[in-house]
Every structure is written in C-alpha cells, then in structure tokens.
C-alpha cells in the first residue's frame, strides 16, 4: 500500500466576505482532502473573511492595497509584498476567492499552474466585471460560474470546471448572482480537490 499523499499547503486570497473562502476551508476539513487551507491574504484590513478565518484557526494575513500607488510601478510593489508573505507560510498553491485585483504578469508566472480563480459565469462567455448584469442584458437562459487557471490575460487561463445555473425570467442581478454563489461554493471546493488530485497523480 502506498503512503498518502502530503496536503498541499493552499492560500486563499480575499477583498471581502470570503464566501469560498469558507466553502474551502470547510471542505479541508476532510481527511482525504488534498488541500490545507494554511493561509488566508487580504487586500483589505476590514475584510469580513479575515474573523471567519482567524475563528477556524487559519493564519491570516492582510497586504493592504491602500498602501500601495496606484499603476504599474504599485502593482508590481504589491506583488512583491504578497509574493514575500507567501513565501514565508511555504504556501504552495494559491485561489483566489472575490481578490479584487489583477497581478502583474511576472506575478502570476512565478505561480503558473499553481494559481486559480472562480469567476461567475461560463467562460468565456462574459469575462470582467459584472459578470451577471452582462449575462441578464445578453438575455441568455443559462449563465454559471468556471474555477480556471490564471493567466497574464484576465479571465482567460484554462478552465478546470464549470456549473452551469438557469437564468430565470424575472432574474435581477441580485438574484442571478445568488444562484450563481451557492453553485461556487460547490463548484470550488470540488475542482481543487480535481486540480490537486492530478498533482499528486503527477508526483
């Protein structure tokens, strides 16, 4: 019998109320799960999913965006900042989950096929912000959420795995958008296991 595979020690990245977040941590709470939730990184100081980490007993850290200029110059700063707090906990792979800023591209080469994202709708259709107005007012029935693979281009790495949810008559973006969240805490913590899993295959 083979040994079992090592946990990878994952971060989760923040803006807000860390909603995946949650669904993340919750499902490593699984022995057989292959991630460690170890970290959690926000970009904001007041982020309500930095007290639901700190409760769960997960590190946290905040890299506060407002102490950064804005551009390029900033960016790259902000990056490097990240970079170092991530390095530190020895993470080694990385979700983003509502991280309301896009990286440099060095950044995201330093952890090519080691970072992922979930967007809410089926890329590539309606990639950017307000994913689900753009949705409504392309009256399309069937809009969802994608875990993908972060690449330099926003919105456009490899996709993992989808959801797809019914757009309903009468939807408002409020509504859409709640539909489509409680398939992302589905979605997610299921596609992690997938992308991990096919590591450890590959190890």
């Known amino acids: 019998m083979s040994a079992p595979q090592a946990r990878r020690r994952v971060a989760v990245l923040i803006s807000g109320r860390g909603s995946n977040m949650r669904a993340l ?5 699984a022995a057989d ?8 990184v926000s970009s904001k100081p007041e982020a309500a999913g930095l007290e639901y980490a700190r409760a769960a007993g997960v590190e946290t850290a ?8 804005r551009g390029d110059a900033g960016r790259e700063a902000y990056d490097a900042a990240l970079q170092h707090v ?3 906990a020895r993470i080694e792979f990385v979700c983003l989950a509502g991280f309301m800023r896009i990286f440099s591209a060095d950044f995201v080469r330093q952890w090519q096929g080691r ?9 590539p259709a309606f990639r950017g ?5 753009q949705a409504l007012a392309a009256q399309v029935r069937v809009s969802g959420c994608t ?3 972060v690449v330099p281009e926003l919105d456009a790495g490899p996709t993992i795995a989808q959801i797809e949810v019914p757009v309903l008559p009468g939807d408002t973006e409020e509504t859409l958008s709640a539909r489509i969240l409680a398939a992302e805490h589905r979605l997610y913590p299921d596609a992690l296991r997938q992308v991990l899993g096919s590591r450890h295959a590959r190890s």
């Open 25 to 29: 941590i919750e499902a490593s709470r």
């Open 33 to 40: 799960y292959p991630a460690d939730i170890a970290l959690v």
């Open 62 to 69: 905040v890299v506060d965006q407002a102490d950064f200029p």
């Open 86 to 88: 991530l390095l530190r």
């Open 115 to 123: 970072i992922v994202n979930i967007h809410p709708s089926l890329l």
């Open 129 to 133: 912000l307000k994913p689900q107005a």
């Open 147 to 149: 875990v993908h693979h």
